[in-house]
């Protein structure tokens, strides 16, 4: 693909860049949170469909995308799809909707008004911000089938 050279070069710097903030963040309470990108919806479509993490997680990179559209003006939902599926990975799938929607209310980083997930402001630009469930189930509607 065209895409192999790239990623020789990419996934190691992107090796450094994780180890770096988990060495920073032993315990998870700062900026380590931003690697959970991906995670919030990933771990719910893991549980449900049965298809491994990083399917899962892209599955979840594309919600989020999704609503980082609605909710924070994200402009790069797009690229980021098409990189994702230039790699062969799944940005949607078949799943029962409400079976997801039910995981992510037993979601950790869940609070009375919605839960906390990691979105994009922009690309490199990650923040932890609520987001209520009528965003997130216009973003499950868009991602799941």
């Known amino acids: 693909h065209g895409l192999q050279a790239p990623l020789e070069k990419i996934v190691p710097a992107a090796i450094r860049v994780k ?8 315990r998870e309470r700062g900026i380590r949170t931003v690697l959970n990108y991906g995670h919030t919806v990933g771990h719910a479509v893991e549980r449900v469909a049965g298809i ?3 399917e899962s997680v892209s599955i979840g990179m594309t919600a989020a995308a999704h609503i980082a ?22 940005t949607t799938c078949t799943v029962d909707l409400a079976e997801v929607t ?12 919605g839960i906390r997930m990691v979105l994009l402001r922009a690309v490199g630009c990650p923040v932890v911000t609520p ?13 799941l089938r």
């Open 131 to 143: 987001v209520d469930k009528a965003t997130l189930s216009s973003a499950l509607s868009d991602t």
């Open 52 to 54: 491994s993490h990083g």
């Open 69 to 90: 559209e609605s909710l924070l003006g994200f402009d790069q939902a797009d690229r980021q799809l098409a990189l994702l599926e230039g790699l062969e990975l799944p």
């Open 102 to 113: 039910f995981m992510l209310r037993k979601d950790k980083k869940r609070d009375g008004s």
């Open 19 to 26: 180890a770096k903030i988990v060495t920073e963040d032993l």
